[in-house]
């Protein structure tokens, strides 16, 4: 398995991380760390675009999960961004494609 790398980046919409490597157990901690020392304002999405994550376990659910709820706290919008199809597929089972919005790439999520 690899490590995990966030890059945050700004955009007109709100933050946009992009999250390349491994989102599991062994670092879904570093994705909550990084989500709790945004400050979101009212109105605002934060993307999570997914398009280098190269796999994700339930911690790593729970970790976008954790990151929704931050998003929602701060009466903001959270949405994913590329998401890879075996994700997807997991999110579909269940039901969180129904909880998080899902665009096919980070300049989709943020267009005004």
């Known amino acids: 398995m690899s ?3 966030i890059t945050p980046r700004d955009a007109a919409t709100g933050p946009v991380l992009e999250i390349a ?4 157990y ?5 994705l909550r760390s990084v989500v709790s020392g945004l400050t979101l304002e009212p109105g ?12 994700c376990d339930s911690s790593g659910i729970t970790a976008l999960l954790a990151a929704r709820h931050h998003a929602i706290a701060a009466e903001a919008d ?6 890879p199809a075996n994700t997807l597929r997991i999110l579909r089972y ?8 899902c665009h096919p790439d980070s300049e989709v999520a943020t267009a005004l």
């Not at 062994?26 to 570093?30: C, F, M, P, T, V």
């Not at 605002?44 to 280098?52: G, I, K, M, T």
């Open 94 to 101: 269940v039901g969180l494609d129904q909880v998080f919005t």
């Open 44 to 55: 605002q999405r934060l993307v999570l675009d997914l398009r280098a994550m190269e796999f």
């Open 3 to 5: 490590s995990l790398k």
């Open 26 to 30: 062994d670092h879904a901690d570093e």
């Open 78 to 83: 959270v949405a994913l961004a590329a998401v």
């Open 21 to 24: 490597g491994d989102l599991d």
